[in-house]
C-alpha cells in the first residue's frame, strides 16, 4: 500500500510521537495520524486498532498496527470517493435519459442508446 519513502517518512511521524518507544499509546496515534493530516475521533481510532487487530487496552500500538490502521483509513476514503462517483456517474445517465425523453420521447430515447 505504501512506497517505501512513504514508509520512511511515516516512521519518522511514529518515532517522532513515540520518543525512542517502540510503540505509542492512543493519545501519541492521535498526534500521528494529526501529523499525517487525518483527525479521527478517539472512538474512530479505537474501531479502527479493532479492525486492524488490536484485542484490549494491553496491546501496544506498534508502528506496524499504526501503518495498518491508516492504509485502511485510506482504502475506506477510496471506497467513499469510488462509490460516490459511481453515484454521480448513474445520476448522470438519469439526467441524460429523461432529457432524452423529454426532447426525443420514449421511442427516440431509446433509438439513440
Not at 2 to 20: K, P
Not at 79 to 106: C, L, V
Amino acid at each position: 500500500m505504501f512506497t517505501s519513502n512513504e514508509l520512511m517518512n511515516l516512521r519518522q511521524a511514529f518515532e517522532s510521537v513515540s520518543i525512542g518507544e517502540a510503540f505509542v499509546n492512543l493519545e501519541g496515534l492521535k498526534m500521528v495520524f494529526n501529523q499525517t493530516g487525518y483527525n479521527p475521533s478517539e472512538e474512530r481510532l479505537l474501531e479502527l486498532l479493532a479492525n486492524c487487530g488490536k484485542k484490549d487496552e494491553e496491546d501496544i500500538i506498534s508502528f506496524e498496527m499504526f501503518a495498518r490502521t491508516l492504509a485502511l483509513t485510506f482504502e475506506e476514503e477510496a471506497e467513499k470517493i469510488s462509490t460516490s462517483s459511481q453515484n454521480n456517474d448513474a445520476r448522470d445517465q438519469e439526467a441524460m435519459m429523461k432529457e432524452m425523453m423529454e426532447q426525443y420521447g420514449p421511442e427516440g430515447a431509446m433509438a439513440l442508446q
